[in-house]
């Protein structure tokens, strides 16, 4: 089974905003992008579930014409709380990575 | 490729992301030969974290502000065309815009410099925004849900974000040099392409492009852009010559630090580049049309920050593989022993306090359990914090589990074992916790409602 590290050439994440983490995966060419970008394990309650956030709050964007997925999600805590392990959230892509589609 | 340029634009150079991280004299050279209208860029954001706005201070040093700033303002000087910078200081408090102020007359004392230069502060009075909040005038923006008073009244500092319209109303009434608060980082882009007419789709579209300056190119360490602004369309290409634009690097700017790919709330509309189409022009120059600005209320956008506890912090080194190999297990013991040796010294000296263990090289970024089927990392360095309400209370808890933190031993019963401290002492105060309070954005009658504008000659100053 394809991992998402196997389909995307790319995977990001980082702030967008105090309040918001914002995730894009870049895949590799546009079957790849037709094929896996609608997968029920990145759905917005798939995503909900792996970040533990509300999954009303998430927001699931195709963009074809780059081939990405983007996906943002509320921030369970605003950036730089008392216990804040990734300021920039440019580490909570990796999660990510592994998902099998 | 058409090859066909657009005519009669207002072209924009945006030599850098953010004043302070280095600008270079070849792409001022380069945008200027290559007809700039104004230089445009701005010296700060949220991104560094609530710090910055809570306790009003810049994040870039002195020297590389003025370093900068020296070359933007010799660059408008030699050329005769405007400079804007917006969010002067990192989070455009008044304080740090009054900081720019000064760096400016001291570089336009040392370079015999007469610009006239245009402050805009749009720090806010959290009292007043408090009482536009019981108005009725103040609306959240999720995640955020309610609009409480007493939140506004617990910021050390809000600032709201401009619009284009107070560059554009300092131009007008004369300004070289426009210094600017905290502003939305596309409108200090935008401004002058608004002022003389340009599609206001094309002016903001191409400024959410440029912003970072040459994030949008192929190889960004070659510096900043130029937009050139139409009258359906924009182009966007590099400053310095072997650097690229492309479609892909130029549309794909669209999603960097923005929570939707398709639109951008500015302070009178949103930008919507749903039809925009990116075709490359020649070989390093890409033209963009079918952006739409959709104007709507006029909203500025609230930031607001405070200081909250005190966190006191130690790290230690472990190798020992005997810890490394049950990993999880010793980091849940030690956080339970710590725990009771808190409550057993301290008792009710202390309020409400947390100590939290990351094992940086095990699982201190997503701080979630490993579980026992990955391999054992080879060291790890495992960091303590504590926070209190004060700094004194956070060095003291600390320092009453400093014997576990240096001793614990995997199994209770073994020889005391000593992990690798870096320092001593080997507890480090670490100061306040800054964070975000403040997610809304206040309705106003005008543009200006909520800007002061004042004007400072710099001979003035430097005689006076």
């Known amino acids: 089974m394809a991992k998402v590290s196997d389909v995307c050439r790319y995977v990001r994440s980082k702030n967008a905003g105090p309040f918001w983490i914002t995730v894009d995966l870049f895949f590799r060419d546009r079957t790849l992008f037709e094929t896996h970008s609608g997968a029920s394990a990145l759905s917005a309650q798939a995503i909900a579930e792996l970040y533990g956030v509300d999954a009303r709050g998430v927001k699931w964007f195709a963009v074809p014409h780059l081939n990405v997925l983007k996906i943002s999600y509320p921030r369970p805590l605003p950036q730089g709380g008392v216990i804040e392990r990734d300021m920039h959230g440019g580490q909570q892509f990796v999660r990510l990575l592994s998902i099998e589609l | 490729m058409s090859g066909v340029r657009l005519q009669n634009t207002v072209n924009v150079m945006v030599p850098v992301g953010a004043l302070g991280t280095g600008v270079r004299q070849s792409n001022l050279d380069a945008g200027l030969a290559r007809g700039a209208h104004v230089i445009a860029c701005d010296a700060g954001s949220t991104d560094s974290g609530a710090a910055y706005l809570a306790t009003a201070q810049a994040k870039y040093s002195r020297d590389a502000v003025k370093t900068d700033l020296r070359l933007l303002m010799i660059a408008q000087a030699k050329a005769g065309i405007p400079l804007l910078v917006g969010t002067c200081g990192t989070a455009g408090t008044d304080a740090t815009l009054d900081w720019t102020r000064d760096i400016a007359l001291e570089i336009a004392r040392e370079e015999g410099l007469n610009p006239r230069i245009a402050l805009l502060y749009s720090e806010q009075n959290p009292a007043d925004i408090a009482k536009r909040a019981v108005a009725g005038q103040v609306t959240p923006l999720a995640p955020i849900t309610d609009v409480d008073p007493a939140t506004f009244l617990g910021c050390d500092h809000i600032v709201a974000l401009m619009g284009p319209e107070p560059y554009i109303a300092a131009l007008e009434a004369g300004a070289d040099i426009v210094l600017g608060g ?3 980082d596309t409108a200090v882009l935008a401004a002058v392409p608004i002022m003389r007419g340009a599609h206001a789709g094309a002016a903001w579209h191409s400024a959410k492009i440029a912003e970072c300056g040459g994030l949008c190119t192929r190889k960004s360490r070659l510096g900043g852009v130029m937009m050139r602004v139409g009258a359906d369309a924009f182009e966007i290409e590099p400053l310095d ?19 939707d790919p398709f639109e951008l709330i500015e ?30 209320p006029y909203t500025m956008k609230l930031e607001g920050a405070a200081g909250g506890p005190f966190q006191t912090i130690m790290m230690v080194g472990i190798q020992d593989p005997k810890v490394l190999d049950d990993l999880d297990r010793f980091l849940a013991q030690m956080e ?8 057993n010294v301290l008792g009710d000296r202390i309020g409400a306090y947390d100590i939290s263990l990351r094992a940086y090289g095990w699982n201190a970024v997503s701080g979630k359990v490993i579980g026992p089927r990955e391999p054992s990392p080879r060291e790890i360095g495992l960091l303590f914090v504590a926070t209190a309400g004060r700094q004194a209370d956070a060095t003291l808890i600390a320092k009453t589990c400093n014997p576990l933190f240096f001793h614990m031993p995997l199994d209770l019963e073994m020889e005391l074992p000593s992990y690798g401290f870096p320092f001593s002492p080997a507890e480090i105060e670490r100061g306040r916790v800054y964070e975000f309070k403040l997610n809304h954005v206040v ?21 006076g």
């Open chain 2, 182 to 184: 905290r502003t939305t």
């Open chain 2, 267 to 296: 302070p009178g509309g949103v930008l919507d580049v749903r039809e925009a189409r990116y075709e490359a022009v020649d070989a390093r120059t890409v033209q963009v049309y079918g952006s739409r600005f959709n104007p709507r």
């Open chain 2, 336 to 343: 339970e022993l710590m725990a009771e040796r808190v409550r």
């Open chain 2, 241 to 259: 010559p072997d650097n690229i634009c492309d479609p892909y690097s130029v549309s794909s700017h669209m999603l960097y630090e923005n929570s």
């Open chain 2, 443 to 463: 309705h106003v009658a005008s543009a200006t409602e909520l800007v002061r504008m004042t004007f400072v000659d710099a001979p003035e100053m430097a005689h």
